[in-house]
């Protein structure tokens, strides 16, 4: 057995091991290594599936089937490209495909949004041409933005998360996703015209509310 000043040693050396090396020993069965790796890279993970869940029991799920795929899938590994984006790509797999295994709940309303919500769709309505805002307001148009995500396809989800949310660009969302760059581009079109849609239907529901009050207040 290794003694404890032995195993200090090697746990001190292992942070300066580069990941094509960590990889190597992985492949050949050292925990240690892989313990590494799962160490150095559970932050890029995590923060991969806080793009697409809020749960953190659901985030931590994912991480930890991510690094189980990863764990599997050394062998494929070519060092092609950095270790960090093969498993960024995994990643990003992985929350796509947990996506698509969800259920998509039927259309939002109004009668699904909150009274802050509504209230802010009321002054949209009122004030279409407004811009600023309040924290607040931010937070609330966040919010409502995330409802109407959880209303469209994953993919739409996935490349208006990546390309919209996080502002990756076209080319950093084909690494992490393995898609042509037209392909995404053409996703990302389409998957804005749908959320435009799903946001003008909003607001059209809430004008006629915002004229039904004022007809009533007016009598």
């Known amino acids: 057995m290794l003694s404890s000043i032995t195993r200090l040693a090697l746990s001190e050396t292992i942070t300066e091991v580069s990941d094509q090396q960590l990889v190597g ?3 050949q069965g050292d925990e240690d290594s892989f313990e590494e790796i799962v160490r150095r890279y559970s932050p890029r993970v995590f923060q991969v599936a806080s793009r697409f869940f809020r749960q953190r029991s659901q985030v931590e799920d ?3 089937e ?3 795929k990863a764990y599997r899938q050394l062998g494929k590994f070519e060092a092609r490209g950095s270790f960090e984006g ?3 790509r995994i990643a990003t797999n992985t929350c796509l495909n947990q996506l698509r295994s969800g ?3 039927p259309a939002t309303t109004l009668a699904d949004v909150t009274e802050d919500e509504n209230a802010w769709l009321d002054h949209q309505a009122a004030n279409p041409s407004s811009s600023e805002g309040s924290i ?3 937070v609330i148009a966040t919010d409502l933005a995330e409802k109407l995500l959880q209303q469209m396809t994953p993919d739409d989800r996935l490349v208006l998360t990546l390309v919209d949310g996080q502002e990756l660009s076209i080319k950093e969302v ?3 996703t393995g898609w042509s760059e037209s392909k995404i581009k053409v996703k990302a079109f389409r998957a804005r015209e749908k959320m435009r ?3 003008e239907k909003l607001m059209q529901r809430g004008k006629a509310g915002l004229s039904s009050k004022n007809h009533v207040g007016g009598k």
Do not use: G, Y
Request: proline letters at 0%; charged letters at 30%.
């Open 25 to 27: 020993r992985a492949r």
């Open 62 to 64: 994912i991480a930890q």
């Open 66 to 68: 991510v690094f189980l």
């Open 86 to 88: 093969w498993l960024t």
């Open 103 to 105: 259920k998509r709940h």
């Open 136 to 138: 607040e307001d931010k």
């Open 174 to 176: 084909a690494q992490a």
């Open 197 to 199: 849609n799903l946001m």
